[in-house]
């Protein structure tokens, strides 16, 4: 008896002493992921509420400087009363915002509102999308730490096409998730299940028609099916996308014959998007594109989104070679951890790849900007803290689970910093706009711009046609058709060589002031890279062509004013040729004069638009300017000024006198 007894201690004793030893890692993943299923609902009602909070907090009633979310407006405002396709950018999102503008006119904060309430329903659909086969300790923080990121929720209240992306995005990962995700064993039959694929097709083509880098789908989608040797759902997916995208083209062509689209794959290949006869990229170019990008993207943008680094303005990204080396390695070490253990984490992360990819090498490096990777963010998120959950999961690493929550404390307590100094800069502003000071926020230079186009609207002709630098701002102001100057109309080098044989003697003069005027005044050359003129270097210079009459007293004149100048044509075209051409233009002051007159241009908006938005330093955006200067440097009086707003950062109206 006492030795049962004493048996039945022992045992106790034994079961006390492994209460209080410290359990194994994975018991705290355990423990911690369960928390996480019980309150799942609950996570995701706070991730909502606390979007919808940033959506307010982070709220602009005020366009965006760029113009774009502009352009969505007015095209959304021309395929309702017009029926005309919206070629120019994504054409989905204007058709979408269509009805809201027909029925209730340019209201800027309904067209606002909605681009939040996308946001917050692609986080649903995400939520609705890997429930169940994404850990819960992985899916609902990942909600949670984009619901607190202000470079999102930025984009909330402004009409670009990104929250529409993100949508579109989110019902193909809905879609994706609950046929080929959660069914991963189930072997569909094209008898049967072909309407899966079409719609697999169809929302495909929604991204692609939302965003051009959407039509990327498919190669991740193709990516996916090859890894996991699903070669029937790989064939049936490209023949149906093929098949859509045909059929769409058709329908576009018979119902919108004159349509067009802004993307033009060329100028994605060019060296320079906006110029692409200046030659195509080249192999060491993209791979160029592809480093510097990822640095821009990763090692800034994305850093700054997860809270890793200090918020700084979208054109001075702060890269870093070693922090994009760190993300690499975190991807495809991520890859190799999910490939065998979670099917949807391996999508995901095969989908990210395969869209950053695409950017990083079509995009040219100029449009560096946080929303080319915002998009992304959440299923970013989700894929790299899915990762480092399986890596602390393996065995050798359990006992260091502990790091996983602290980085979730980490990237939270950045996320946090950043959006409260954003929250902080907004609410002053949105307290002033809402009580009426609408353009209150704005820098004085955009302020006297809009302000003159307002005016420029309401006092001048009905039927005047006047030139903006950003026509769909002044039209979103202003409620009057702008129209726009092409960003550059010059002639090739060549041109010069027909001078050859005009029968006159020909002037090329370094212009410090005006020379001549008239006809005698041909063409004006521009170079960033100076030019050697009768021996001076010179940055322009006019090219006049005198009568062999007036030779000797032009030759005077110019002497007695001082002005550098040389009768060798030969010599001058041959000295451009050996600039870089991408510095060099030749302008022809006759071609812009006869384009204003052709197109019945009556007044143009002279407005000084910082160069740089954080500051007065005197440079301003000054192509309209340039445009007046070379046409008024062979026509005097060509140009009157009519009104003018602001003084240190003026925007003049001007009448062109045809």
Not at 186 to 212: E, F, H, P
Not at 460 to 483: C, G, H, M, N
């Amino acid at each position: 008896m006492n030795r049962t007894k004493s048996l039945k201690q022992t045992k106790a004793h034994q079961y006390r002493d492994k209460a209080h030893e410290p359990r194994p890692a994975q018991g705290a993943y355990t423990r911690i992921n369960r928390f996480f299923e019980r309150h799942e609902r609950i996570f995701f009602i706070i991730s909502m509420i606390l979007g919808a909070l940033m959506s307010i907090l982070l709220f602009d009633i005020k366009v965006s400087l760029s113009g774009d979310d502009c352009d969505y407006i007015i095209n959304a405002q021309n395929f309702w009363r017009d029926f005309r396709f919206p070629g120019f950018r994504g054409p989905l999102y204007p058709i979408v915002l269509a009805p809201f503008v027909g029925v209730f006119g340019i209201k800027l904060i309904l067209l606002k509102s909605l681009s939040a309430v996308f946001i917050l329903l692609s986080l649903w659909l995400t939520y609705k999308s890997f429930r169940g086969i994404v850990p819960a300790l992985v899916l609902m923080p990942a909600l949670l730490l984009t619901s607190l990121c202000s470079f999102v929720f930025f984009y909330a209240s402004h009409t670009y096409s990104e929250p529409m992306f993100m949508l579109t995005q989110a019902l193909f990962l809905y879609f994706f998730s609950n046929y080929f995700l959660r069914n991963g064993n189930v072997s569909y039959t094209l008898k049967t299940d072909w309407k899966k694929y079409l719609i697999l097709g169809m929302l495909a083509l929604c991204m692609g028609l939302t965003r051009s880098i959407g039509y990327a789908v498919i190669g991740a989608v193709a990516l996916f099916f090859m890894v996991k040797l699903r070669w029937k759902d790989l064939l049936y997916t490209v023949v149906a996308a093929v098949l859509v995208f045909a059929a769409f083209q058709l329908f576009k062509t018979v119902v919108w014959p004159e349509a067009g689209s802004a993307y033009d794959i060329r100028n994605y290949l060019a060296k320079d998007y906006y110029a692409p006869n200046q030659g195509m990229e080249d192999l060491a170019g993209f791979m160029n594109r592809f480093l510097i990008n990822s640095q821009i993207y990763l090692s800034a943008f994305l850093c700054q989104m997860m809270g890793v680094i200090p918020e700084t303005p979208s054109n001075l990204p702060q890269i870093d070679v070693w922090r994009t080396v760190i993300i690499y390695l975190l991807y495809f070490s991520g890859l190799a951890i999910v490939f065998r253990r979670n099917m949807a984490l391996l999508f995901v992360g095969i989908y990210i790849g395969v869209m950053n990819f695409a950017s990083f090498v079509l995009l040219q490096i100029i449009w560096g900007q946080d929303r080319l990777i915002m998009i992304y963010y959440p299923l970013i998120l989700l894929f790299l803290l899915g990762g480092l959950c399986y890596l602390f999961q393996s065995k050798p690493l359990r006992k260091f689970f502990f790091i996983y929550p602290m980085l979730l404390f980490v990237v939270c307590g950045g996320t946090l910093i950043i959006s409260k100094n954003r929250v902080a800069r907004n609410i002053p502003v949105l307290q002033q706009n809402m009580l009426g000071e609408t353009l209150y926020g704005l820098t004085p230079d955009w302020q006297n711009f809009i302000k003159a186009s307002q005016w420029a609207a309401h006092n001048l002709e009905k039927d005047a046609v006047i030139v903006s630098r950003k026509a769909s701002i002044s039209k979103i102001y202003a409620d009057r058709d702008f129209t726009g100057l092409p960003a550059t109309l010059t002639v090739p080098i060549d041109t010069l060589e027909y001078l050859k044989n005009s029968g006159k003697t020909p002037f090329i003069v370094a212009i410090d002031k005006r020379a001549l005027y008239g006809e005698q005044l041909q063409y004006i050359m521009t170079s960033m890279t100076p030019v050697n003129i009768g021996g001076r270097e010179a940055n322009q210079a006019g090219v006049y062509m005198v009568a062999d009459s007036l030779k000797d007293h032009t030759a005077e004149m110019l002497n007695n004013a001082g002005l550098v100048h040389t009768n060798d044509l030969e010599d001058f075209i041959r000295k451009c040729r050996e600039v870089d051409p991408a510095t060099l233009r030749i302008y022809d002051p006759d071609m812009m004069n006869r384009y204003l007159v052709e197109r019945g241009i009556d007044y143009l908006l002279l407005p000084r638009l910082r160069q740089d938005p954080t500051q007065n330093n005197g440079i301003y955006i000054n192509s309209i300017h340039r445009y007046v200067w070379f046409i008024s440097h062979k026509y005097e009086g060509r140009f009157q000024i009519v009104k003018t707003f602001g003084t240190s950062e003026p925007c003049e109206i001007v009448k062109f006198i045809h």
